[in-house]
């Protein structure tokens, strides 16, 4: 495959990362209630997000609330809402510089710099998929670690689906930016101007000398 075709495949990746992580920063399906073991209160369900809290009821009504202060949350919380911000902007500016440099655009036109540009793109979406991996395995871990908690009994969570969206998106743009590294390589002994060489008939014209 050419670079053409593996830059379209990275856009590609790198905009359905996009979209994973900003439907995991978005949508409050981080933890979902569990109905396991003892508990039969099925007539209602808890789903929480980065902003928000819902409740919904078995008739379908839904109820939402947003977190009362950013201070308060706790620190796996805080961490994922500051990740997934930078990860959707770091992602979103990767992708802006992808395109500049890209070989199927002519936003640039020396051919010796769309390699290094490429390269910038490919370590922004590598740390893009990073920034959004880390909080949703941090959050995993901590709902994990709660739920066989034996102390813990009532208001158990279960992973959202963020949580796996999140892994996904990480993945994507983890791929993208790897692509990006590996086929964008600076072309070697290439140079910014061509020789060119003049046959000695092809000099200056004679001169009449006195």
């Not at 990746?13 to 073991?37: D, E, H, N, Y």
């Not at 919904?56 to 911000?85: E, H, Y």
């Not at 640039?108 to 893009?128: F, H, R, T, Y």
Request: glycine fraction near 10%; charge should be positive; aromatic fraction near 6%.
């Amino acid at each position: 495959m050419g670079s053409v075709g593996v830059q379209i495949v990275c856009v590609g990746l790198g905009l359905l990362g996009l979209i994973g992580v900003i439907v995991c920063c978005a949508v409050p399906r981080w933890k979902v209630s569990s109905f396991t073991g003892n508990n039969i209160l099925t007539a209602q369900s808890n789903h929480e997000g980065l902003w928000t809290q819902c409740v919904t009821q078995s008739t379908g009504q839904q109820q939402c609330k947003n977190f009362d202060s950013l201070l308060v949350l706790p620190s796996d919380l805080q961490a994922a809402r500051a990740m997934t911000i930078i990860s959707c902007m770091l992602s979103s500016l990767s992708l802006l510089i992808l395109f500049c440099g890209a070989d199927f655009t002519t936003c640039v036109q020396n051919e010796d710099i769309k390699p290094k540009i490429n390269i910038m793109s490919g370590v922004g979406l590598l740390l893009a998929g990073l920034l959004v991996i880390i909080p949703v395995s941090w959050s995993a871990h901590i709902l994990v670690r709660d739920f066989n908690n034996p102390l813990v009994v009532t208001n158990r969570r279960e992973l959202g689906a963020c949580i796996f969206i999140g892994w996904a998106a990480g993945v994507l743009l983890l791929l993208a930016g790897g692509l990006l590294l590996c086929f964008s390589r600076p072309k070697s002994g290439s140079s910014g101007g061509t020789a060119k060489y003049y046959h000695n008939s092809a000099s200056a014209p004679n001169k009449n000398y006195v």
